[in-house]
């Protein structure tokens, strides 16, 4: 039978340093979707109190969440966006802007995740000093409705394959043609 693929909308989540940006081009470019990059949308206040060596609070996440989902609204033939999204409200708020929401779990253990954003504290906003935060905010989304986690060591090019062939397994059949009406 003909299969349609509905439009996609994907978050690419985790922990700093788990790969959501690398795994979310790739995927945005796969799948011809437009990428919304998360950090993008943070207020200069966000950025400062990171930068700082402050981790956010659910007040400091609050305004740029309900933004994320409205950019995620926003894009009717669906679209790949990369945010942290570490508890459970964060993503049943953005699941509120797009109900059926789709999240790609990148799970990477805390030695992995610190070594990566130490090399790359020179160019990033984000200090190495916040990595423990990250860990001890998230909550996993494994077992939420509409998750597949991948291991953020595998190669970019496997990830990708892998959300593809979860998406084509999820994706509905064509409905059958509506009954001419007399
Ligand atoms: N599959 C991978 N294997 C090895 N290294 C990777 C992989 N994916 C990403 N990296 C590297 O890990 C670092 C962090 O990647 P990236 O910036 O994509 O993570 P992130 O989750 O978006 O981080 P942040 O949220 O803090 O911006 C980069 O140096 C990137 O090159
Ligand atoms: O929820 C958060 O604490 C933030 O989104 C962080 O995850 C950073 O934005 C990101 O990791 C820096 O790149």
């Not at 930068?51 to 309900?66: F, K, M, V, Y």
């Not at 609204?73 to 699941?95: E, I, M, N, Q, W």
């Not at 190495?128 to 989304?141: G, H, I, K, M, N």
Request: glycine share 8%; proline share 8%; net charge neutral.
């Amino acid at each position: 039978m003909e299969t349609r693929t509905e439009p996609a909308w994907l978050v690419v989540m985790g922990v700093s340093g788990c790969g959501k940006s690398s795994l979310g081009q790739a995927l945005a470019a796969d799948l011809g979707l437009p990428l919304i990059e998360g950090d993008d949308f943070h207020p200069e206040a966000n950025i400062r109190k990171m930068q700082s060596g402050t981790p956010l609070n659910d007040e400091d996440r609050a305004g740029w969440l309900i933004r994320l989902g409205e950019e995620l609204a926003s894009r009717p033939a669906g679209a790949v966006l990369t945010c942290s999204a570490l508890k459970r409200a964060y993503r049943d708020r953005l699941r509120s802007a797009v109900p059926g929401l789709r999240f790609v779990f990148m799970q990477i253990d805390k030695s992995e995740a610190l070594a990566r954003v130490q090399a790359r504290s020179a160019v990033h906003i984000f200090p190495a000093s916040l990595v423990d935060s990250q860990f001890q905010t998230l909550e996993s989304p494994v077992g939420e409705p509409g998750v597949l986690s991948v291991p953020a060591t595998a190669p970019l090019a496997q990830s990708a394959a892998q959300v593809r062939a979860w998406l084509q397994a999820e994706a509905r059949p064509a409905l059958p043609a509506a009954p001419a009406q007399s």
